[in-house]
């Protein structure tokens, strides 16, 4: 090394300056993001990342337009009806996280192809082009259908749709038993209403509240909502998908794990949570009649769950208890973890505080990402509290206040001021 | 580790990252050099565990080497990622695996600088990025910064990509000579004429 790097600006403080250069720190969607490409990409096995979808469709189509061009000049048959064959390759570009469950098929039909993306859960984009006249392109969930061209989001939670955003284009979202339709334009979004948060009850109201415990805050259902969406979704196709991959880090089951105090919020508090603008804005309705698919037969867990949760909407909540239990154990889906959750709330309304904790502990170890993480938290904190593990019901409390939903972190901290008091 | 390993075609052995998992391991300690042996036998989850170990790094390392905007920026970090994945097998295990993710990430930012190049030469006169809202950025709006920012968008690319991995993201000369696939002189070199025209700059903008 010379003697002139060890002039003032030296190597040293040359590199310390350095240092302090800004650089394009990832925020935690982008860095999501391209995680999830990257993954989808690996999955897929391509060679490149599909960072131009809309490239590709482009020149997918500009070939196809060449080759129809080349075929209509060399065969000539004035008087046959001139017929388009359906195209061989699918119309949806599909961009999906790395936990979405998703079939995609074409189907002949009389007047072209119906190809849809029926999904169960998870996140997906899709990229559809104008579609030939008789052919549909839809995404499918059990309760809800969405069409469009452009570019669109589709989230979808326990087989249920839980949001859409579209960023190009149009599409429409039609639920089951909800005509009419909903006409989103680019920028828009559409939130499913919260059809839980009846029994999303922190404790069962026959079980005497632990001292200064502040009651949970009231969970309005609001109906379904067109919000705008963020400018940043206005482009024209953003190329990834941005959803959590699957954690791989499971919590100790009796204290609380980092990930408690990471937001874990997905579309359905996005309902709750949305902006008041959101509700002004326009909402465009047809008479077109809802045009769903039969739906695929439900799974053992889901049937569980669906009984479970009726019978705790109607107040039978050791019944409830006992069918979510099944759910619970019927697999190890998204769906069997949130069995697990309401199976505590079922156990807590009946009065079995203690397998309801228990009950609990099994949700917060297996569900290191679920949205009611916090809701468990608290509600676990306030069973210990009511049986008199302060330093168990503290850390819960802790756990909770850092909660990325206001409601929860209000519990939480209002759960330690009690404990402090 | 207490996981099962399983035989690798080429040689070595592998943790099998689902058995972890299904034994809840905590994933800090699965290795580096685990995780990318994991990457060259398909498991896909290795590559997600290693972009969330050094996804920081790299990107902080690709902001440097070439000033752009997120998006593109974005794309390189994941075609490096990309590469690590295609490139797992050819590990050698010398070096660390920082150096090596810190190598593709090099000659990724190099291509797409050289590929367009001719395009940036096009739009020379286009206003810079603005830097984005980082929260630390007050602290760094000094003088000293915007004009070394400045003088090292000036510096040719190869004692840019010198100084920078050497400098800034600390890898060892020898190291950095390896992955960049230079001599130890000529490294040395580089970064000496990068530092001196570091220096100048803001010696002679102060």
Redesign the interface.
């Known amino acids: 090394?010379?003697d002139?790097?060890q002039?003032?600006?030296g190597?040293d403080n040359?590199?310390a300056?350095?240092?302090?250069?800004?650089?394009?720190?990832?925020d935690a969607e982008?860095?999501e993001?391209?995680?999830s490409?990257?993954?989808v990409?690996?999955?897929e096995g391509?060679?490149?990342?599909r960072?131009r979808p809309w490239a590709l469709v482009g020149a997918g189509f500009a070939a196809g337009a060449l080759a129809a061009a080349a075929i209509v000049l060399v065969v000539v048959r004035p008087h046959a009806p001139a017929s388009v064959a359906a195209p061989q390759i699918a119309y949806a570009q599909i961009e999906a996280s790395?936990a979405a469950e998703l079939e995609h098929t074409r189907t002949p039909t009389p007047t072209g192809t119906d190809e849809t993306v029926r999904i169960r859960s998870g996140k997906i984009r899709l990229a559809v082009p104008s579609v030939r006249a008789g052919d549909r392109v839809r995404v499918q969930t059990s309760d809800a259908s969405v069409e469009g061209t452009g570019s669109y989001e589709v989230v979808v939670a326990h087989d249920a749709l839980t949001s859409v955003t579209v960023s190009a284009g149009t599409a429409s979202v039609t639920v089951k038993g909800q005509a009419p339709a909903v006409f989103l334009a680019a920028g828009e979004t559409w939130h499913a209403p919260v059809i839980t948060a009846d029994v999303d009850l922190p404790l069962a109201p026959s079980d005497p509240p632990p001292p200064e415990v502040v009651p949970a805050p009231p969970v309005v259902v609001p109906p379904p909502v067109v919000a705008p969406a963020p400018a940043r979704h206005a482009a024209v196709l953003p190329?990834?998908v941005a959803i959590s991959?699957p954690p791989?880090?499971?919590s100790a089951p009796t204290t609380p794990s980092p990930a408690l105090a990471e937001p874990a919020i997905t579309a359905p508090h996005a309902a709750v949570t949305a902006p008041a603008e959101a509700a002004t804005a326009p909402a465009i309705a047809t008479t077109e009649a809802p045009r769903t698919a039969p739906p695929a037969g439900p799974t053992a867990t889901e049937r569980h769950f669906q009984a479970g949760t009726a019978l705790l909407r109607a107040g039978k909540a050791a019944d409830a208890a006992i069918e979510l239990q099944a759910a619970a154990d019927s697999g190890s889906d998204p769906l069997a973890v949130d069995a697990r959750y309401f199976q505590a709330v079922a156990l807590a309304k009946a009065g079995h505080h203690p397998q309801a904790e228990t009950a609990l502990v099994a949700f917060l170890d297996h569900a290191p990402t679920s949205i009611r993480r916090g809701r468990a938290a608290v509600m676990l904190a306030r069973l210990m509290l009511a049986r008199g593990d302060r330093t168990s019901a503290r850390a819960w409390f802790q756990a909770a206040a850092a909660d990325a939903d206001p409601s929860v972190a209000a519990a939480g901290r209002a759960g330690l001021a009690s404990l402090s008091r | 580790m207490s996981a099962v390993k399983q035989p690798l075609p080429g040689g070595g052995q592998v943790v099998p990252?689902r058995r972890l998992?299904e034994r809840?391991a905590?994933?800090g300690e699965i290795s580096d050099e685990a995780l990318l042996a994991a990457c060259g036998v398909g498991d896909?989850?290795a590559?997600?565990?290693l972009?969330?170990r050094h996804?920081?790094a790299v990107?902080?390392l690709?902001?440097?080497l070439l000033r752009t905007?997120?998006?593109e920026?974005?794309?390189l970090?994941?075609?490096t990622?990309?590469e690590v994945?295609?490139s797992a097998r050819g590990y050698s295990g010398r070096g660390s695996v920082k150096s090596f993710l810190f190598g593709i990430a090099a000659n990724t930012v190099r291509h797409h600088f050289r590929s367009t190049r001719r395009r940036r030469d096009a739009y020379a006169e286009w206003p810079e990025p603005l830097?984005?809202g980082?929260p630390d950025?007050a602290?760094?709006r000094?003088q000293?910064?915007q004009l070394?920012?400045a003088a090292?968008d000036r510096l040719p690319h190869d004692l840019r990509t010198v100084?920078?991995l050497c400098?800034?993201e600390?890898l060892p000369g020898v190291e950095a000579a390896r992955v960049l696939g230079l001599r130890d002189g000529t490294l040395w070199r580089r970064l000496?004429e990068a530092?001196?025209a570091?220096?100048e700059a803001?010696?002679g903008g102060a």
């Open positions: 090394m010379s002139d790097d002039a003032t600006t190597p040359l590199s300056l350095g240092k302090q250069l800004p650089w394009h720190r990832p982008r860095r993001a391209v995680r490409s990257l993954l990409a690996v999955s391509a060679a490149q990342p960072r790395s190329p990834r991959a791989v880090e499971v | 990252l998992d809840r905590a994933l896909s989850a590559l997600g565990a972009f969330d996804h920081e990107y902080r690709v902001s440097r905007d997120a998006a920026t974005d794309d970090v994941q075609t990622f990309l994945w295609k830097p984005t980082a950025e602290a760094v000094s000293q910064v070394l920012a090292l100084y920078v400098d800034l600390d000496h530092r001196r570091l220096r803001i010696e």
